[in-house]
């Protein structure tokens, strides 16, 4: 079972930046779409942007110009660089893997962002 460890997370002031990395335990396919989703409290977890093996993006309006989702196949790793981040990003941030032939899908366990002055 692959596993995926997400790091990156921390607290950053309004208008700051950061990155979140990913790392797959198995290697990355092109049967895979990777991704990273972000969850508060009581909301339903929502998609930030997702990359296929090709390197095809897809964002959230929220993050469209902001954020940019990145993928290393020979690290196994995906990326999501944020910039110009507000408060209303402060969430956990999940990877996702999603087979695309199956729809099985297989999260990490999650990095807080807080955005906060």
């Known amino acids: 079972q692959v596993q995926l460890v997400e790091s990156g997370g921390g607290l950053v002031q309004p208008g700051g930046s950061l990155r979140l990395s990913c790392a797959a335990s198995?290697?990355?396919?092109?049967?895979?779409?990777m991704g990273w989703y972000r969850q508060t409290p009581g909301k339903q977890r929502e998609l930030v942007a997702d990359?296929?093996?090709?390197?095809?993006?897809n964002y959230a309006d929220s993050v469209k110009g902001r954020f940019t989702i990145s993928i290393d196949n020979a690290k196994n790793t995906v990326y999501l660089q944020m910039n110009n981040l507000k408060p209303e990003d402060t969430a956990v941030y999940y990877c996702?893997?999603?087979?695309?032939?199956?729809?099985?899908?297989?999260w990490g366990k999650g990095t807080l962002v807080t955005v906060s002055s």
């Open positions: 990359i296929t093996y090709g390197g095809w993006t």
């Open positions: 996702n893997r999603r087979n695309l032939q199956s729809d099985i899908n297989v």
């Open positions: 198995q290697s990355i396919f092109s049967i895979y779409t």
